[in-house]
């Protein structure tokens, strides 16, 4: 099978590509280390450019995987070409290697796919100095494919010519060749022709296809003949450069083992033009080049499939076959040893007189005790002397008690070819009729043997056919399964359904959470966070906008719990869930959140713990007509919609209960700071202008800022406004332990300075001619112009809440310059709540929350990602709508397409027909969900096409989504691994 692109297919290639000179690079992608995409567009026209290092080069109308984060490489593509056109599209000389230039005059850049060998993919600038190389390496001692050499465009494009210049150097080529030598195989070095199209041309001019020299070529008389095909070769290498040639895809029928499938037609090659050696064989016709091996290599995964079947196939009636073969020749090798020991003892009883004699001879002299090798002389000597007795004896077998005799039939004719004399082993323990007896009983064993196994090897041989039927429709079955194998979208993330027919999916890493809130959470979906470190960004989706069961609430919330470290640490902690426009990625300020990262804005709904306990089962595809028998299968009651949503908010009161009465312990005068170092999680909770309490929490770490201490302002009360001796004596009650005659200081300066205002404090602090005042009004002053400024704009939330901590802090810093000049504070507040207080370094997936009692919602919210790499499967249908493809309750008038293994909460696998319960365990999670699925197959209710496809599940897909390290619980588990 062709796997790679010849001479050939490059000028072909690069022919077909110039239609795409002009448009503008949309994206870059990698669909992996040595794969990538180019998407160009031109107006409405868009296009697709895929190359692979080594391989290929071509358009692509087909959706290939992309990796969810580009690779190094790609990043550096996209940093230069993206946004510019395509210029030119060149092949340098008459090499495999391909000239993509993007962009014009100094802001030129080529991309040079290599398509030889190995392969190779380098970006250069404008004078093909080398920006980023795919696979660095040296080729001898001077040339180097690195980052900033020049690429050696010159010595590749140096030849320009692919055939031979003259018929003088084509015979002095064949004159160093020897008789014999393949004369297609000698020419490939010297002509960049490729190997098809010199035995095109070759074919066509009279020679054979496997034409060697000596044999099918002369040496003297060939060789103009010989020149005028590699010309007609160049002129047509001239016509596929110039012109767009069709594609052809070279098909090869491979024989089914049942011969009532019919052939298989398998892919062979891919062409640029019908060539004479394969007119003949069966093909596809394409409009284009690009459409060929566009299809060649898209369809070439699933015919290996089929090629695999195949040999499955003949690999078991193979074994059949060698298991008939097997018992054939036992019954033959038993056949031939009845033959055998009845002739012999025939024989016996023939010359059954001299047998007795020569058991006496030898007999006589072992009672003499003579030595073996004296009896074997003796014998010897007696036969050179002619004892007739002697002479029969071929061998002495004394270890076993045995001597070998010659017998031949006394009564045959001696012109009678077929009874030759036989070598027959003789007991000398017993007599002669003896041992004609014992042979014959031999040969009686031999038979009964023989029966036996004639009978047996009919079992045996109808078992191995049965087995044989059942795996090669297991194999049919499975394969016809695989190729109908749908994947879901939501496959590839945590993804669960709940009692209520949700569908629930979760990041399995930072970019995985990055693209399920950025492209998959909807207006009126539900967004679940667990309350640790190393949790799983979870999703609920709900395109109905109806408020969420409270079944529901808990199933996500326990999810989202079990696919965080809490799982693994086997503890039960809490969640929480926000609306959907609650969530966005505006950071504060001059900040910007990583990714994985989000801001949560508004009230957190608190949902209490449950134990870890969720299960494991197996759904099925139903085929489109047997869907509405089944959509009920989720409960969905929608006339209860008003009673469910009071349901929810009650069940919000309840859980929110225990935060109402922390904030209302925690009212105070006025609020209290906290310094807490090297911590990642930030709270912030200041009084608005609106005189609204503010909560921010700042959980992770956010970029582009200075490294400062996590600062605590908290404010509960709304209290009308204090004078400034108040506030003073608040400040002074509210600190911490004080440091010796530190309280006594503070006592003199306010008896001090106990009558003395703002602006007269002023007064005197210019008079005094403090530098430090100085600084310290100029910082007001511009603080207050920056202020004034932010204000007159239309803020988003994050900033305000910023610009409003900024206020506070500047109050707070001018009291304490009233009170305490030079004297560092801390001021602790006794009241934090536990949940502020844990720690929450580490975490994965990074989550900046913020929190306004009475404020309405941010509209500033993740926006679905619009970018190109949007799948099919969400533009042609509604997310939602495959749940209701989906049932664990089968029944026998369904027509089951294939099986979806699911991990969910326990209480949502009710009424499945497979299901296990799984807590965490000590076991793996592969051999775990293998031991669930070998006890479903053992189920005496199910089905043969649920067996059917329990089987064709594969191993990697089975238990991708379960936790971590798990433990089964079922009631026939134990049962089975007996």
Excluded at 629 to 657: M, P
Excluded at 962 to 967: H, N, R, S, T, Y
Aim: aromatic share 6%.
């Amino acid at each position: 099978m062709k796997n790679k692109f010849a001479s050939t297919d490059v000028v072909a290639a690069v022919s077909g590509l110039k239609r795409c000179i002009g448009m503008r690079v949309n994206n870059i992608y990698d669909i992996d280390n040595k794969t990538y995409l180019i998407k160009l567009n031109r107006q409405e026209e868009k296009s697709t450019l895929l190359f692979e290092s080594g391989i290929r080069l071509h358009l692509t109308k087909f959706d290939w995987p992309k990796n969810p984060a580009p690779s190094s490489f790609t990043m550096k593509l996209r940093k230069h070409l993206k946004n510019k056109r395509l210029e030119n599209v060149n092949q340098v000389g008459v090499d495999r290697v391909v000239d993509l230039q993007f962009g014009t005059g100094e802001a030129a850049y080529h991309v040079i796919v290599e398509l030889y060998d190995r392969g190779n993919v380098i970006l250069t600038d404008l004078n093909y100095i080398n920006l980023s190389v795919l696979r660095p390496r040296k080729e001898g001692d001077d040339l180097r494919f690195a980052v900033r050499e020049i690429y050696p465009i010159d010595r590749i494009s140096s030849k320009t010519s692919a055939g031979l210049g003259s018929i003088e150097e084509l015979k002095r080529i064949l004159d160093q060749l020897k008789d014999g030598e393949n004369l297609k195989r000698a020419l490939n070095p010297h002509v960049e022709y490729g190997s098809a199209l010199i035995e095109h041309v070759l074919v066509e001019a009279g020679f054979p296809a496997n034409a060697c020299i000596g044999k099918g070529y002369s040496k003297s008389d060939d060789a103009d003949r010989l020149f005028v095909a590699l010309k007609n070769a160049e002129n047509l290498l001239q016509q596929l450069r110039h012109e767009d040639s069709k594609g052809f895809i070279i098909q090869r029928e491979e024989k089914r083992a049942t011969a009532e499938n019919g052939p298989l037609l398998t892919f062979e090659s891919f062409e640029p033009y019908l060539w004479c050696h394969v007119k003949n064989s069966p093909r596809l016709d394409r409009d284009s080049f690009h459409d060929a091996v566009d299809e060649f290599f898209s369809k070439v995964e699933s015919q290996k499939l089929d090629l695999k079947v195949i040999q499955q196939e003949k690999g078991a009636l193979k074994k059949l076959d060698n298991i008939k073969k097997d018992h054939e020749n036992r019954i033959r090798t038993l056949q031939a040893q009845a033959e055998d020991d009845k002739v012999k003892a025939s024989l016996i009883e023939m010359n059954v007189d001299v047998v007795e004699r020569a058991i006496l001879a030898i007999r006589s002299e072992l009672a003499l005790q003579k030595s073996w090798k004296d009896i074997s002389d003796i014998v010897k000597l007696s036969a050179a002397q002619g004892d007739t007795v002697a002479k029969l004896i071929k061998g002495l077998k004394l270890e076993t008690n045995q001597i070998t005799m010659l017998l031949s039939n006394p009564y045959a004719d001696a012109d009678d070819d077929d009874e030759k004399p036989l070598k027959v082993d003789i007991d000398i323990g017993i007599s002669a009729p003896a041992n004609a007896r014992k042979y014959y009983d031999m040969k009686r064993t031999a038979t009964k043997k023989e029966k036996k196994t004639v009978e047996a090897s009919v079992k045996a041989f109808k078992s191995a056919e049965k087995k044989t039927k059942q795996m090669l429709r297991e194999v049919a079955t499975t394969s016809t399964i695989q190729k109908a194998r749908h994947v879901f979208w939501f496959e590839k993330f945590f993804w669960c359904i709940t009692s209520d027919g949700y569908l629930i999916v979760g990041g399995r890493d930072q970019q995985q959470n990055e693209l399920v809130v950025k492209r998959h959470l909807k207006q009126g979906d539900i967004y679940f966070h667990a309350d640790v470190h190393g949790a799983s960004s979870i999703v609920v989706k709900n395109p109905s906008g109806q408020p969420l069961p409270p079944r529901t609430i808990q199933e996500a919330a326990l999810m989202s719990v079990c696919y965080s470290i809490a799982w693994e640490a086997k503890f039960i902690a809490s969640s929480w869930w926000v609306y959907w426009h609650q969530v966005s990625k505006t950071a504060p300020a001059g900040e910007y959140l990583t990714t994985g990262s989000f801001m949560i804005r508004g009230k957190k709904n608190f949902v209490p713990p449950s134990p870890l306990v969720i299960g494991f089962g197996i759904m099925f595809r139903l085929e489109d007509s047997c869907i509405e028998r089944h959509r009920q299968d989720w409960k969905i009651q929608k006339e209860e919609q008003t009673d469910s949503k009071n349901t929810q908010v009650e069940a919000d009161e309840e859980v929110a209960l225990s935060e109402s009465e922390d904030e209302e312990k925690e009212k105070s005068t006025f609020p209290d700071t906290v310094v807490r170092l090297n911590e990642s999680e930030v709270v912030h909770q200041i009084k608005g202008e609106d005189n609204n309490d503010v909560q921010v929490t700042i959980i992770g770490q956010l970029l582009n800022e200075p490294k400062k201490s996590a600062v605590e302002i908290k404010t509960a009360s709304q209290k009308p406004p204090q004078s400034s001796k108040k506030l003073e004596e608040g400040n002074l009650n509210k600190q911490g332990p004080s440091k010796r005659g530190q309280h006594g200081k503070i006592k003199k300066m306010k008896e001090k300075y106990r009558d003395q205002d703002e602006d007269e404090r002023a007064l005197r602090m210019q008079l005094l001619q403090s530098s430090g005042a100085q600084k310290e009004k100029k910082k007001k002053d511009a603080k207050k112009k920056k202020q004034e400024q932010i204000q007159s704009k239309s803020q988003p939330f994050s900033k305000q809440v910023t610009v409003g901590l900024a206020e506070i802090k500047e109050d707070i810093e001018t009291q304490r310059e009233d009170l305490l000049q030079k004297t560092e504070v801390n001021i602790t507040n006794e009241k934090m709540e536990n949940r502020e207080m844990k720690d929450t370094l580490e975490m994965p997936d990074q989550v900046v929350v913020s929190e306004e009692k009475g404020s309405k919602p941010e509209k500033s919210v993740v926006k679905p990602d619009t970018d190109d790499e949007e799948e099919g499967e969400e533009k042609a249908k509604s997310e939602s709508d495959d749940v209701f493809k989906l049932t664990g309750q089968p029944s026998e008038e369904d027509e089951l397409l294939f099986a979806v293994p699911i991990v969910t909460a326990y209480s949502a696998l009710s009424n499945f027909k497979y299901k296990v319960k799984v807590i965490p365990g000590t076991s793996k999670r592969g051999k775990a969900a293998k031991a669930a699925l070998q006890m479903f197959t053992m189920d005496k209710t199910a089905s043969q096409r649920e067996k059917d496809l329990l089987k064709s599940l594969k191993d990697q897909d089975v238990a991708r989504n379960l936790p971590g390290k798990v433990k089964i619980l079922a009631q026939n588990l134990n049962r089975m691994k007996k």
